[in-house]
């Protein structure tokens, strides 16, 4: 009986730690502002791909807004695909008429590790090119 009251609350332990790690989220938004001066005399501002990229343990959740652009999945997967990310499941929707809200599950590899800001800049870079 003893064992069995050890065991359990070694299980119980090993549940709430999971609960913790999974918890633990980084979160990282890009929102980018540049000056257009070539159309207008107000110096409007434009908004660039809004990207947010959220990371726990080995799971990612990618989330970006961005100008529709014939290549925009194939950019975005593609540098997935360079940091070794295994996409499971990618979501790219239109939303009004020059947008894209693209959203993506990803897992890390156990030997890569890629940390949200990396993997944010990396995306924004690509992005932006």
Known sequence: MKQLKARLQTLEEQVE?????????????????????????????????????????????????????????A????????LNLIVQSSNFLPF???????TIVAQMNKENCVTAKD???SIRQALIN
């Open 119 to 121: 993997l944010l800049g």
């Open 75 to 82: 950019t975005v997967l593609g540098q997935l695909e360079n």
């Open 96 to 102: 009004g008429n020059n947008m894209l809200d693209v």
């Open 17 to 73: 730690d999971n609960k913790k790690v999974g918890s633990t989220v980084q979160v990282k938004r890009s929102v980018i502002f540049i000056d257009n001066n070539d159309h207008d005399d107000n110096n409007k501002r434009t908004l660039l791909p809004e990207i947010e990229v959220r990371v726990s343990s080995k799971d990612v959740l990618i989330k970006i807004q961005c100008d529709k652009q014939s290549g925009r999945a």
